[in-house]
């Protein structure tokens, strides 16, 4: 890196440094690997990363400045490296997270059909084992029907949320 590009690069703050740094999908996989494993070799990182040439690998991890530290050969997160993996773990699992909540916002309408046609069919299956079902069986299966909806309305209400 040039003085001057070094010198913009040291006037910026540290959080636009991260970010900028964080930018790199490599980069983001260089501190996965080595926060997944604790510690690790400079090959053990370019056979994990997929990165194939040792000069980009270099360059990628020379580029995460104050995230990662060499000591004997390992590179291991420093305390802010370790800050950073943490935060990639909980944006991936919240990405993850809002997948799923979405997945379930689409598919509740359905799930409510088929909890309808699952207690007519069992009210059927009553109806054709004991001929007339008594009144008794009715309002019990009225009464499950109506707390499963229940349960499936609030969990859609969450859900929305």
């Known amino acids: 890196m040039s003085q001057e590009n070094q010198d913009v690069y040291e006037g910026r703050s540290l959080e636009d440094q991260i970010f900028k740094t964080l930018s790199h999908q490599k980069r983001r996989d260089i501190l996965r690997v080595i926060g997944e494993r604790g510690e690790v070799t400079f090959t053990e990182i370019k056979n994990s990363v997929g990165i194939e040439d040792s000069p980009s690998l270099s360059y990628h991890i020379n580029a995460l ?95 929305r949320k």
């Open 65 to 159: 400045g104050q995230l990662v530290v060499q000591k004997e050969g390992k590179y291991r997160l420093s305390d802010l490296g370790r800050d950073t993996y943490n935060l990639i773990c909980k944006a991936s699992t919240y990405s993850v997270s809002s997948s799923i909540v979405g997945s379930l916002r689409r598919e509740i309408p359905l799930v409510i059909v088929a909890n309808a046609v699952l207690w007519a069919a069992a009210l059927f299956s009553v109806s054709a084992f004991e001929g007339r079902p008594s009144t008794t069986t009715v309002y019990s299966f009225a009464a499950l029907w109506f707390f499963s909806n229940m349960i499936l309305y609030s969990i859609a209400r969450r859900i």
